[in-house]
């Protein structure tokens, strides 16, 4: 219809071959020459454009435009780029080698690799606020890291190495004062391979007291909620007391309440906003600017890609740690096999599995997914409550009891094998790993007794697992049942069992054996519980706290820091692994929880809440604070997956990592992990450069071992910047980390030397104070 009113089919198209001949007319004027690779080609691309113009186009944009809509056509934009940035790189490269064919061969990559395109900020002011609100900023931030530098120092926890070369300028102490510890390079070839060699014996084999190392005699007892070490059996006496640094609950309260300040004063949350802001930018423009490289980088390095690196689930829970199919099926077969079994006892009788389900009124044929009803839904979003119920299979608190618990009448049997055959599967599938949580409760003080028997008795073991151990915050729920006096009484259960094995290992050889393959500690529960108390020196000293209320968040948390401070002290003395404190923190519930983190973990799990905190997410970026992330179970409990802040997280430089939480509850497939990457890499578009790199932060702030690390990500996985970094195991371009690093340190630079700037100027102006007053005074 259209074409007839505009003529009709016998208007003649355009004919291009007639139109456009030559070099165009308006560029013969230029001075310069600005001759491109398209000259002589106009005709073509023209002509192009003109029948594209006339057939019914395939495509759904213009020519014109650019693709942003269309993922084939910028697939093909992409391709087209790709292969033209390797054929340059391949040029660049042959150029290069002959000029240093000569010397530096080894260095040629690494020069290669610092080749990518930089956004630089120049000017006076580079920030954007006045020079006094830098200052101002400046000052609190530092003096937020500090904090957090001396509590990590204080109980053997790590702290961002770049970060602490730069407070390092600003401090009085010498480097060797602030517990600066040196880790040995792992001695291995850089072509070792990326499996770490393990041994064949199992660790739980060697389970003979005998050769366990010998007892150290110490005497021990907690004084106000922390556990003190005597060199006597005979506590009683002070002066064998031993000299182990114990964090301060004055300066600790002290020091919240600078933060708290901090965090909420204006000009340094527009400050710490503003950077946050450009730093995303800046990602921006760089990914922008080097995507290309970054992709053809990953593509020239042989074998290696997204599926062959190493990922670490960060934060998953055992009790939920396979999915419902798995679950279910599971309990198909023990009640096919073990029908007979005794498995619980109810009222003092004996009942087998086959009672159970009688009582119940299921059959095998019964169970399906839909019965087991395990799964995360709908309802379960903002209600903690309800997500909690969905623990139980088939709302039954028994079935929980039998198949998901390592202390019940058949010993945690089904626990361990389910657990097991997860394991398998991690093995299975080679790359990989997860950091199982098992909970201690602190209401007995055989509890980890117990649980070390069930590890190493059913041989729960696994070289793609490490284990942490979870304190769910319920006291207030033991103490209104009357099986806790007091607060101090929890802490003892937890703690003493710990210093004891470590004092004599042979007096509890399974836990010692197990503790081996204990990263360290996690705090759980539901954030947005109301806190009825503020921990502040009025608070209560543990042994006191006898209310049926629960200590608030910070409380926990703090007396958690001090017994690991001086149990991991203890252990250090005897050559022992010390432990880290890795708690769920700001999923919900107030902010404080977050600051909270912040001084006392090394890294944390959620930090939801971040996104809300300029402030703190800009101290959580500059000590690089690990942060285990699940969107998934974020999704179905406290906030939908569009509006999660991870890819905000990421683009900022701050060290995200991708978890699973509970695939029982919120994931379908057999590989939850990958589910997990599969999901966010299709939601937010994430590149195969985002996707190795989320992967490689996951294994950094992993609690696997130093060497089984080097293995991972290259044996000099600890130094700074694109030297850390091997692109051959990580699949990381150099250019992503060098420009990681570079971003972090000027930022550092910014801060430190504004501070720095104003110490000079007092310096002078008190030279000038003098001056004056002594010529005043002639
Ligand atoms: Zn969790």
Same mark, same amino acid.
């Given at each position: 219809m259209a074409s007839e009113l505009h003529?009709?089919?016998?208007s003649r198209p355009l004919q291009s071959a007639r139109s456009l001949p030559g070099t165009p007319h308006c560029l013969k004027h230029f001075p310069v020459d600005l001759r491109t690779s398209m000259d002589g080609k106009y005709k073509e691309i023209a002509e192009e454009l003109f029948s594209r113009s006339l057939a019914e186009s395939e495509m759904r944009s213009a020519p014109y435009e650019f693709p942003e809509d269309s993922p084939i056509e910028q697939l093909e934009e992409r391709r087209q780029r790709l292969e033209r940035q390797i054929s340059q790189d391949v040029k660049l490269f042959k150029e290069q080698s002959e000029d240093l064919v000569d010397h530096l061969p080894k260095e040629r990559d690494v020069l290669l690799e610092r080749e990518f395109q930089r956004v630089s900020i120049s000017g006076e002011e580079k920030c954007g606020v006045p020079f006094t609100d830098l200052l101002d900023a400046a000052k609190s931030v530092v003096k937020a890291l500090f904090i957090r530098e001396k509590y990590m120092g204080l109980s053997l926890q790590s702290f961002c190495k770049s970060t602490s070369r730069f407070l390092q300028v600003l401090s009085e102490k010498p480097l060797e004062m602030r517990f600066y510890e040196e880790i040995p390079e792992t001695p291995m070839a850089a072509d070792a391979p990326v499996h770490p060699p393990f041994t064949d014996q199992h660790p739980y084999e060697k389970c003979d007291p005998e050769s366990m190392p010998s007892s150290l005699g110490f005497g021990l007892k907690m004084v106000n909620g922390v556990i003190h070490v005597y060199t006597k059996q005979d506590v009683t006496d002070k002066s064998t007391e031993l000299d182990l640094p114990y964090p301060d609950l004055q300066e600790f309260i002290a020091d919240m309440n600078v933060l708290m300040a901090l965090i909420i004063n204006g000009p340094i949350k527009s400050f710490c906003y503003r950077r946050l802001q450009y730093l995303s930018s800046k990602f921006q423009m760089h990914v922008l600017l080097n995507e290309m490289k970054e992709l053809a980088a990953q593509k020239k390095v042989p074998h290696r890609d997204f599926y062959n690196i190493r990922k670490v689930d960060t934060h998953i829970h055992a009790s939920s740690c396979m999915n419902q199919k798995h679950l279910l099926r599971f309990i198909k077969r023990a009640m096919k096999k073990h029908l007979e079994e005794i498995v619980h006892v109810e009222k003092g009788k004996e009942q087998t599995l086959k009672e159970v389900f009688e009582t119940m009124n299921l059959t095998a044929y019964d169970l399906s997914v839909d019965t087991l009803d395990v799964h995360a839904d709908r309802n379960t979003f903002h209600r903690f409550d309800k997500f909690n119920a969905k623990?139980?299979?088939?709302?039954?608190s028994i079935l929980r009891e039998i198949f998901i618990k390592t202390d019940n009448r058949v010993s945690g049997k089904y626990f361990a094998h389910i657990i097991k055959e997860v394991m398998f599967d991690l093995e299975e599938s080679k790359y990989q790993n997860a950091e199982l949580r098992l909970s201690i409760y602190g209401r007995a003080w055989d509890e980890w007794d117990k649980l070390a028997k069930w590890a190493v008795s059913h041989k729960v073991h696994s070289n793609n697992v490490r284990w942490l151990v979870q304190v769910p915050r319920l006291f207030d729920v033991y103490r209104t049942k009357k099986q806790l006096a007091n607060f101090q009484e929890m802490l003892e259960n937890i703690f003493l069992p710990l210093f004891e094995v470590t004092i004599h290992p042979a007096s509890h050889p399974e836990l010692h054996l197990f503790l081996e393959h204990v990263d360290g500690f996690d705090s759980v529960d539901d954030e947005s519980k109301p806190e009825h108390h503020i921990f502040n020196l009025d608070s209560p000293l543990p042994g006191n706290w006898v209310e049926e209320d629960n200590p608030p968040y910070s409380y926990y948390l703090y007396y958690m820091y001090a017994n690991m401070t001086v149990l991991n002290h203890l252990r250090r003395k005897r050559g022992f692994h010390t432990f880290v404190l890795r708690p769920h923190c700001g999923e919900a519930g107030p902010i404080h929880h977050l600051v909270s983190g912040f001084m006392l973990s090394e890294n944390i799990s959620h930090g939801l809440l971040l996104r809300k905190a300029p402030v703190l997410q800009y101290l959580y970026y500059l000590a690089q604070i690990g942060i285990a992330m699940s969107p998934l179970s974020n999704n179905s409990l406290f906030l939908s997956y569009h509006r999660n802040p991870l890819p905000e997280y990421l683009s900022r430089g701050l060290i995200v990592s991708l978890s699973t939480d509970d695939p029982l509850q919120f994931h379908f497939t057999k590989e939850p992990l990958m589910e997990e990457y599969s999901i966010a890499t299709q939601v937010w578009k994430l590149s195969s450069c985002d996707m190795c790199e989320l992967a490689r932060n996951s294994v950094l702030m992993s609690g696997f071992s130093h060497k089984v690390k080097s293995y991972w990500l290259g =044996?000099?996985?600890?130094?700074?910047? =694109?030297?850390?970094?091997d692109i051959r195991r990580t699949n990381v371009p150099g250019i992503r980390v060098a420009y990681r690093h570079e971003t972090l340190c000027q930022e550092l630079m910014l801060i430190t030397q504004a501070v720095q700037t104003e110490e000079l100027e007092t310096i002078q102006e008190e030279d000038s104070l003098t001056m004056s007053s002594s010529l005043g005074a002639r």
């Open positions: 003529g009709g089919p016998r623990y139980n299979p088939i709302g039954e =044996p000099h996985y600890l130094k700074e910047g =694109p030297e850390g970094n």
